[in-house]
Each structure stands twice: as structure tokens, then as C-alpha cells.
């Protein structure tokens, strides 16, 4: 019934009066009233006119898109989803198509990769996942386990100077096919600094050790 109107004032049309084929989207109940089986329909019409203003008849073409649509429902459904955890996660994630082409990222990478600053982002989205410079001639791309990565990211005119961690993971459909790669990242520049400040007072220390065990041997009397 919502569709009935637009369906019936169609002969009236201009288009149609013209004889120029108009498009129509509409739903049909293949079940009763109680028990509604809804098919969607789309198609085309087009008069065909005897005289100038007196249509013949009225062809239509059609076709049932119903599985169509419900398989855009469906993607639809799953995409507000994972947009909601994509968003939502703590890790810096971004998404590239299975040749390598950036696709999207989260907040939390734009965030990682200072990607406010215009130069950073036009960097970030024209190189290709495979031409990136810990990647180039090092990851093969006919593996399908996780690939992981330290970078040392710097790029000057960015503000960029920091320790990264990357996690390629390859993502396939249930029949083996690559569909597109995430990439999960961490700023570990605190850790990375933390550990060579511990490095370097190990070093420090074990100096101290030996120039305390050099001093006590200089004081000690040599054996007969």
C-alpha cells in the first residue's frame, strides 16, 4: 500500500507522457495480509504511443532484487558494527585493500601518526602499504600469518619522532581469498627510552663494579 500511489500516478508522469523510460523501486506481497512474504522489485517502464499523447501500451521491465537487498542490509548491519568498534578500540588500527591501497583508519592511529598535520596525512594516505620503507622487499605477501614490525618513524616537516610497533594482519573470506589488511599500532617510545636508560646505567654500574675490584687489587700484597 505505501507504494500503490507512485506506482499508479506513473502514466501521469511527464516522462512517461513523453515516452522516456523512468525507473521504479517498489515491494510486492508474494504472501496474504496475515503472513507478508515482501519481495522487492525494481525495473523500468515505457510507452509506447500511437498518436502523440495517446500511449498504446506500457512495457515494463523488471526484476527481483530481494536477496540484493537484504545482503545490503546485512553489510549494512556489520558495518555499523565493526564502525562502532573500530572507533571505539584502544589500538591504533588502519585498513588497506588487498594491493596495498590505503582504505581507512581510526582516531586512535590518526592520533599515533600526528596526522592533524596536513603533511603527515598526504604521506599516510598516498603510500602504498608494500612501499613503506621496514615493508619494501621484506614482507611477502603470500604469507597469511601476522607480520611484525619496529619502526623508527621520523618524519621532520611532520613532527614525527617516534617508536612504533606494527602488526600486518593479512584478513580472508572463508574460501582463502585476501580481502584486505589491518594494521594494529603502538607508540612504544616511552619503553623503548625506558629500557636504554636501564641499559645505560647497567652499563654505568657494571664500570663501577670493575674499577672497584681494579682499586681493591692495587691495594692487596702480591703472593711470594
Not at 36 to 42: A, M
Not at 127 to 135: A, G, I, Q, V
Given at each position: 500500500p505505501d507504494d500503490r500511489e507512485q506506482m499508479m500516478n506513473r502514466p501521469k508522469n511527464k516522462q512517461a507522457q513523453k515516452g522516456v523510460s523512468t525507473p521504479f523501486n517498489m515491494r510486492w506481497n508474494k504472501g496474504t495480509p496475515e503472513f507478508?512474504?515482501?519481495?522487492?522489485?525494481?525495473g523500468n517502464s515505457f510507452p509506447e504511443f500511437l498518436h502523440p499523447g495517446r500511449p498504446k501500451d506500457i512495457v515494463i521491465t523488471a526484476r527481483d532484487v530481494t536477496?540484493?537487498?537484504?545482503?545490503?542490509?546485512?553489510?549494512?548491519?556489520?558495518?555499523?558494527?565493526?564502525?562502532?568498534?573500530?572507533?571505539?578500540?584502544?589500538?591504533?588500527?588502519?585498513?588497506?585493500?588487498?594491493?596495498?591501497?590505503?582504505?581507512?583508519?581510526?582516531?586512535?592511529?590518526?592520533?599515533?601518526?600526528?596526522?592533524?598535520?596536513?603533511?603527515?596525512?598526504?604521506?599516510?594516505?598516498?603510500?602504498?602499504?608494500?612501499?613503506?620503507?621496514?615493508?619494501?622487499?621484506?614482507?611477502?605477501?603470500?604469507?597469511?600469518?601476522?607480520?611484525?614490525?619496529?619502526?623508527?618513524?621520523?618524519i621532520p616537516e611532520a613532527g614525527i619522532d617516534k617508536y612504533i610497533e606494527f602488526r600486518i594482519c593479512p584478513t580472508a573470506s572463508d574460501d582463502g581469498t585476501l580481502l584486505y589488511y589491518v594494521i594494529t599500532a603502538s607508540d612504544i617510545t616511552n619503553e623503548r627510552n625506558m629500557y636504554m636508560e636501564l641499559k645505560k646505567q647497567d652499563k654505568e654500574l657494571k664500570k663501577t663494579s670493575s674499577l672497584d675490584r681494579k682499586s681493591g687489587s692495587a691495594g692487596m700484597p702480591r703472593p711470594i
Open positions: 507478508p512474504v515482501w519481495r522487492y522489485i525494481e536477496e540484493e537487498k537484504q545482503k545490503e542490509k546485512e553489510e549494512m548491519e556489520l558495518a555499523l558494527r565493526f564502525q562502532k568498534m573500530f572507533d571505539s578500540t584502544l589500538l591504533a588500527m588502519s585498513f588497506y585493500d588487498k594491493d596495498g591501497n590505503f582504505i581507512d583508519m581510526n582516531q586512535k592511529m590518526r592520533e599515533l601518526c600526528n596526522l592533524e598535520n596536513k603533511v603527515a596525512e598526504q604521506m599516510f594516505r598516498s603510500t602504498n602499504l608494500f612501499e613503506m620503507s621496514r615493508l619494501k622487499n621484506e614482507y611477502d605477501r603470500k604469507q597469511s600469518d601476522n607480520f611484525y614490525v619496529c619502526q623508527h618513524l621520523v
